[in-house]
């Protein structure tokens, strides 16, 4: 079945540091990509989304890039700042039954000091 | 706008007792979902709607039952809870693609 592998945390980093976090996935047909954050004691928020193969999402500083040669989706940010710390999750969707379904990964933490 | 809320935000049970979690969306979406998120997992799909008056069932779904009378309204039903439903529950509505979800009940079955 479907599913996506997450780099596994927690990510600790210093302020202003480069971040990437790897995601790799296994779907049938051609998924849309989602990149989710999901800060302390909050729902999840959509961070970006990349729908076609070379898309690249960008949203906050934050970037991924589809690249459907290596069925991966890893995310970026040049320079993380402590607001920046949080749990990212990657995650395809497919449609089925004329819905998106999404398949999420465990979640990498994301923790960034001054 | 409140997007998507859900009702209670905490919720202590004992084993065996029953309660409905609420939730609401205000953006016009046909499709509504309910997950659960455990510790060190990615959240999985307990059931969900793709319009009123339907449900169907997901990843996870025994132990549970849905409704969706109204469009804006999926009600997520513990008949009789056990120590293996405490967990975080978060409620999503889409069109297509994007899923909102709301701040989450926090559940505990003891």
């Known amino acids: 079945g479907d599913s996506v592998t997450q780099m596994e945390g927690p990510v600790t980093l210093s302020e202003e540091a480069f971040l990437t976090i790897n995601c790799t996935y296994t779907?049938?047909?051609?998924?849309?990509l989602f990149w989710y954050v999901q800060y302390p004691g909050e729902g999840l928020q959509l961070l970006l989304k990349?729908?076609?193969?070379?898309d690249k999402g960008s949203n906050k500083g934050f970037e991924a890039t589809y690249r459907k040669e290596t069925t991966s989706f890893h995310l970026e940010k040049g320079s993380v700042q402590v607001s920046d710390s949080a749990v990212y999750f990657c995650?395809?969707?497919?449609?089925?039954?004329?819905?998106?379904?999404?398949?999420f990964g465990a979640g990498t933490r994301l923790a960034v000091h001054p | 706008n409140a997007g998507v809320t859900q009702t209670p935000k905490f919720r202590v049970l004992k084993t065996g007792q029953s309660m409905t979690l609420l939730c609401a969306q205000d953006?016009?979406?046909?499709?509504m979902y309910w997950y659960r998120q455990d510790p060190g997992m990615g959240l999985r799909l307990i059931h969900y709607?793709?319009?009123?008056?339907?449900?169907a069932k997901g990843e996870v779904p025994d132990g549970y039952n849905v409704s969706r009378l109204k469009k804006q309204n999926f009600l997520l039903g513990l008949e009789s809870a056990a120590p293996s439903q405490t967990s975080v529950y978060f409620c999503?509505?889409?069109?297509?693609?994007?899923?909102?979800f709301g701040p989450g009940t926090r559940l505990t079955v003891t």
């Open positions: 709607s793709v319009g009123e008056g339907t449900t």
């Open positions: 995650a395809p969707g497919t449609l089925s039954g004329g819905y998106n379904k999404l398949i």
């Open positions: 999503a509505s889409s069109e297509i693609y994007e899923q909102y």
């Open positions: 779907a049938t047909g051609y998924p849309s």
């Open positions: 990349a729908t076609k193969a070379d």
């Open positions: 953006m016009n979406h046909e499709y």
